[in-house]
C-alpha cells in the first residue's frame, strides 16, 4: 500500500466519530481519496490546481476550530503555496496538517518540473513548523495518529513509490525521540542517516555489513531529535544521504543540529547535485546519474573509513 493511502486511511477511521477533521485537496488518483470524498463529502474539498487557495481555506478552516489536513502533490505545494504556508499556519500559529507526496525524485517520469528537491529546504525556513519524512507504512501510521491527536503546524513528506516496512513496529521512545536507530554503536562504526525512500538504500548497506555500519532512521528531523548528537557522538564519522539538493537540506540539518550541542564528529553529505536536472526517466536511473546509487553510497563510507 503506499504511504499516501496509509495517512489518509487513518484519518477517514477518525472521521467517524470526530466530525471536526477536515481534508483539502489538489489532487485525484489515490485509492484512499476517493474512499473519503464519497464517504465524508461535508468534510472534503477538492480545491483544483489551486494551492495557494487550498492553504488560505485551510487557514480559515483552522481559525474556527477545524482539525486541518492539506494533500497535494510535493513540488507544487511546497513552492507555490509557501508564502499562504508562512502566513497563516506560520505566523499565525494555526495547525495545519500539510502532506506531500512524490518528494526527491519520486515523479521521475514527469520531468525537472515535477522534481521536488527543494521542499525540505523550504518549509524547514517556517518558523513553527515540524517536519516528518517517514521511510514505511509503520512509520506513515503513526505520523498520522499523532497529528489527528495532537494537531499542529508539519508538513508531511510521503514517497510516491510503495515503500516496504522496515521493521515490525517504532516502539513509543523512538517516536516521541523522532529517531530510531538499527545496529549497535560502536566507535569502530560509521553512521548512515537519511529518511524516506534513501533510508532503505542505507538499511541495505547496514544489513550487509552490521560490523560496519549503523543505521539512524530520522523521521521527523524539525524540532531536531536534541538525543541523537549525544547518542552516536562516539561512532566513527557520520554520512547523510537525502535526495535533495545541497542547500538547507537534511545535511544541514544534521550539522546544525550537531553543532548546537557542542557535538563536531566528521560529516559527509551525500545528496543531489547543486543544479536543475533537465533530464527525466526511471528514479533509479536518475539516482544513478546523479550519484546516489547503493555503490556511490559505499563510495562516500570510505571518505570516513579511510
Same mark, same amino acid.
Given at each position: 500500500?503506499?504511504?499516501?493511502?496509509?495517512?489518509?486511511?487513518?484519518?477517514?477511521?477518525? *472521521?467517524?466519530?470526530?466530525?471536526?477533521?477536515?481534508?483539502?485537496?489538489?489532487?485525484?488518483?489515490?485509492?484512499?481519496?476517493?474512499?473519503?470524498?464519497?464517504?465524508?463529502?461535508?468534510?472534503?474539498?477538492?480545491?483544483?490546481?489551486?494551492?495557494?487557495?487550498?492553504?488560505?481555506?485551510?487557514?480559515?478552516?483552522?481559525?474556527?476550530? $477545524?482539525?486541518?489536513?492539506?494533500?497535494?502533490?510535493?513540488?507544487?505545494?511546497?513552492?507555490?503555496?509557501?508564502?499562504?504556508? $508562512?502566513?497563516?499556519?506560520?505566523?499565525?500559529?494555526?495547525?495545519?496538517?500539510?502532506?506531500?507526496?512524490?518528494?526527491?525524485?519520486?515523479?521521475?517520469?514527469?520531468?525537472?518540473?515535477?522534481?521536488?528537491?527543494?521542499?525540505?529546504?523550504?518549509?524547514?525556513?517556517?518558523?513553527?513548523?515540524?517536519?516528518?519524512?517517514?521511510?514505511?507504512?509503520?512509520?506513515?501510521?503513526?505520523?498520522?495518529?499523532?497529528?489527528?491527536?495532537?494537531?499542529?503546524?508539519?508538513?508531511?513528506? *510521503?514517497?510516491?513509490?510503495? *515503500?516496504?516496512?522496515?521493521?515490525?513496529?517504532?516502539?513509543?521512545?523512538?517516536?516521541?525521540?523522532?529517531?530510531?536507530?538499527?545496529? $549497535?554503536?560502536?566507535?569502530?562504526?560509521?553512521?548512515?542517516?537519511?529518511?524516506?525512500?534513501?533510508?532503505?538504500?542505507?538499511?541495505?548497506?547496514?544489513?550487509?555489513?552490521?560490523? $560496519?555500519?549503523?543505521?539512524?532512521?530520522?523521521?521527523?528531523?524539525?524540532?531536531?531529535?536534541?538525543?541523537?548528537?549525544?547518542?552516536?557522538?562516539?561512532?566513527?564519522?557520520?554520512?547523510?544521504?537525502?535526495?535533495?539538493?545541497?542547500?538547507?537540506?537534511?545535511?544541514?540539518?544534521?550539522?546544525?543540529?550537531?553543532?548546537?550541542?557542542?557535538?563536531?564528529?566528521?560529516?559527509?553529505?551525500?545528496?543531489?547535485?547543486?543544479?536543475?536536472?533537465?533530464?527525466?526517466?526511471?528514479?533509479?536511473?536518475?539516482?544513478?546519474?546523479?550519484?546516489?546509487?547503493?555503490?556511490?553510497?559505499? *563510495?562516500?563510507?570510505?571518505?570516513?573509513?579511510?
Amino acid at each position: 500500500m503506499y504511504q499516501r493511502d496509509v495517512f489518509i486511511k487513518e484519518i477517514i477511521k477518525s *472521521l467517524e466519530s470526530d466530525k471536526s477533521i477536515y481534508f483539502l485537496s489538489a489532487d485525484f488518483g489515490a485509492p484512499a481519496l476517493d474512499e473519503l470524498r464519497e464517504r465524508f463529502p461535508n468534510n472534503f474539498l477538492h480545491c483544483g490546481i489551486s494551492e495557494q487557495a487550498m492553504l488560505d481555506i485551510a487557514s480559515g478552516l483552522a481559525l474556527d476550530g $477545524k482539525k486541518v489536513f492539506v494533500y497535494a502533490m510535493a513540488p507544487f505545494l511546497s513552492l507555490r503555496s509557501i508564502e499562504q504556508a $508562512k502566513c497563516g499556519a506560520g505566523l499565525m500559529n494555526l495547525p495545519i496538517c500539510v502532506i506531500s507526496v512524490g518528494i526527491g525524485l519520486g515523479y521521475a517520469d514527469a520531468g525537472p518540473t515535477h522534481y521536488s528537491t527543494e521542499d525540505f529546504a523550504c518549509f524547514r525556513a517556517i518558523v513553527g513548523s515540524s517536519i516528518y519524512t517517514p521511510g514505511d507504512n509503520i512509520s506513515t501510521k503513526m505520523i498520522a495518529n499523532d497529528m489527528l491527536k495532537n494537531p499542529k503546524f508539519s508538513y508531511i513528506r *510521503l514517497d510516491r513509490d510503495s *515503500l516496504p516496512n522496515i521493521s515490525p513496529e517504532i516502539n513509543h521512545e523512538d517516536f516521541v525521540n523522532g529517531f530510531k536507530i538499527y545496529g $549497535k554503536i560502536d566507535k569502530k562504526k560509521v553512521i548512515l542517516i537519511s529518511h524516506g525512500k534513501m533510508l532503505h538504500n542505507c538499511m541495505e548497506l547496514y544489513k550487509n555489513e552490521p560490523e $560496519k555500519f549503523i543505521c539512524v532512521d530520522i523521521f521527523r528531523s524539525k524540532p531536531f531529535p536534541k538525543n541523537l548528537p549525544k547518542k552516536v557522538s562516539i561512532c566513527k564519522g557520520i554520512l547523510v544521504v537525502d535526495e535533495q539538493t545541497p542547500s538547507g537540506n537534511l545535511s544541514s540539518c544534521v550539522f546544525e543540529g550537531f553543532s548546537s550541542q557542542n557535538y563536531f564528529p566528521k560529516i559527509i553529505s551525500k545528496s543531489l547535485p547543486e543544479k536543475y536536472v533537465f533530464e527525466n526517466g526511471g528514479r533509479s536511473y536518475l539516482l544513478k546519474k546523479f550519484g546516489l546509487s547503493n555503490e556511490d553510497i559505499i *563510495l562516500a563510507t570510505k571518505q570516513i573509513i579511510d
